[in-house]
């Protein structure tokens, strides 16, 4: 396991526009770094507001180390805590999601209000003081219908991404979507590889039989400028702004977030085998072939908004050579299942594609494993999207392992 000066090596050799060492996919220490660099100081994507769909409603997830819980108040404001009990530390909510009219913890039943207040604490004695012992809290904040979290103790600004993510998301209706169905998946590989996989589409034609039918694997389709993107792609672009849908690729300073609207391939309009519609189309939006508005947000989640569906993807770090998938499909909440929308259609070409991505990322964290595996270049042409992610990740990690000294005086 490597300690932090071997890991601050690992980044100041690291070789430019290539893979990164066996050990930043592989090593304990390492995965810890990532953990405290990235994991507890950044936003994080936890689920989507539709799965709290009214007061009492909560969702868990473990964030390395932190179990946290997110609770819908009886004044529909959605806030997260840590799933931590403060009287000896139980954790709280055991299951995934549930609804609730308090939170009471399974062990002694100290019970908690939805807003985090202790309510009530059985033979305490005179001195003990309810208010001093809520349950503590976690940033909590929505974007495009998402709910994010932040452990550290003063999280990042979350306006420029609100604000963004709000604006482009506005025509899908997010406040109005429902749960159609969600998968959770195991990869036996590093975070990281899931991201970089999820980067690029260098693989699809070979990988994506089902997702390339509809998918337009055009590395060039819509770039930073009308100048970088295809005809097709910026033919889409203003034909989608001309009709009121914030489409032009936008990304963050820091390049943590991005957002973008691409076209499907010839007359396809939404991710099915046949390429037409598996819902009814979203009511705000102006027409089906809108294609889909992609947001990804480092370092845990990207998104597909489509005219008729919306899927949310969540990444969590379980080990080093472990990584959680969950992945959200929603609908117009008035949506029938079986009248305006079948389950199968509406599923099985991404239900196929992370089960393609589960394995590649498999089979790519088994080669690096290898003594003989070393970092290899990346396509200029194709796989600058994971450049990208790489060096956004060099950079956070570059910065929580070197923090800039404090000018000397003069
Ligand atoms: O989910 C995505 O947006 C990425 C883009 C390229 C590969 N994969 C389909
Ligand atoms: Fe929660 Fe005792 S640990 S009530
Ligand atoms: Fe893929």
Redesign the pocket.
């Known amino acids: 396991m490597l300690n932090q000066a071997e890991i601050a090596v690992q980044f100041a050799t690291r070789r430019p526009y290539h893979s990164l060492t066996r050990e930043l996919y592989c090593d304990a220490g390492v995965f810890q770094a990532d953990l405290e660099a990235i994991w507890y100081k950044d936003w994080i994507f936890a689920v989507s507001a539709a799965e709290l769909p009214k007061a009492g409603a909560y969702a868990t997830l473990q964030l390395g180390a932190y179990p946290v819980v997110i609770v819908k108040g009886s004044d529909g404001e959605i806030r997260a805590f840590h799933n931590v009990?403060?009287?000896?530390?139980?954790r709280?909510c055991a299951k995934t999601s549930g609804t609730t009219v308090k939170l009471v913890?399974?062990?002694?039943?100290?019970t908690y209000d939805l807003d985090g207040k202790l309510m009530w604490?059985r033979e305490m004695g005179p001195e003990f003081k309810p208010a001093n012992h809520g349950l503590k809290t976690v940033h909590c904040a929505v974007a495009a219908g998402m709910v994010f979290v932040c452990v550290a103790e003063t999280a990042p600004d979350f306006a420029p991404v609100k604000t963004a993510a709000d604006r482009y998301s506005a025509p899908h209706g997010m406040g109005d979507l429902k749960v159609a169905f969600q998968s959770r998946i195991v990869e036996n590989g590093n975070w990281k590889l899931v991201l970089e996989n999820n980067r690029e589409c260098y693989h699809c034609a070979g990988a994506h039989p089902a997702l390339c039918r509809t998918f337009n694997d055009d590395p060039h389709l819509v770039g930073g400028d009308d100048s970088l993107s295809s005809p097709v792609g910026a033919a889409h672009v203003e034909r989608c702004e001309a009709a009121g849908l914030p489409s032009r690729y936008l990304i963050s300073p820091e390049e943590n977030w991005r957002l973008v609207r691409i076209p499907f391939v010839g007359a396809a309009v939404s991710y099915t085998m046949d390429g037409k519609a598996a819902s009814t189309r979203l009511p705000a939006m102006p027409f089906a072939n809108a294609g889909s508005l992609l947001f990804f947000h480092y370092p845990n989640t990207w998104n597909h908004f489509l005219s008729d569906h919306v899927l949310n993807f969540r990444v969590l770090p379980i080990s080093p050579t472990e990584t959680e998938v969950v992945t959200t499909w929603l609908v117009h909440k008035d949506a029938v299942e079986g009248r305006d929308y079948d389950l199968k259609r509406l599923t099985e070409v991404w239900e196929a594609t992370n089960d393609e991505d589960r394995q590649v990322v498999e089979e790519n964290q088994k080669g690096i494993l290898s003594p003989a595996y070393e970092p290899g270049p990346y396509s200029p042409d194709q796989e600058s999207g994971v450049a990208q992610f790489i060096d956004w990740y060099c950079a956070s990690m570059t910065r929580h392992l070197m923090p800039a000294r404090p000018m000397a005086a003069e």
């Open positions: 009990c403060r009287h000896r530390g139980q709280l913890c399974p062990y002694h039943q100290w604490a």
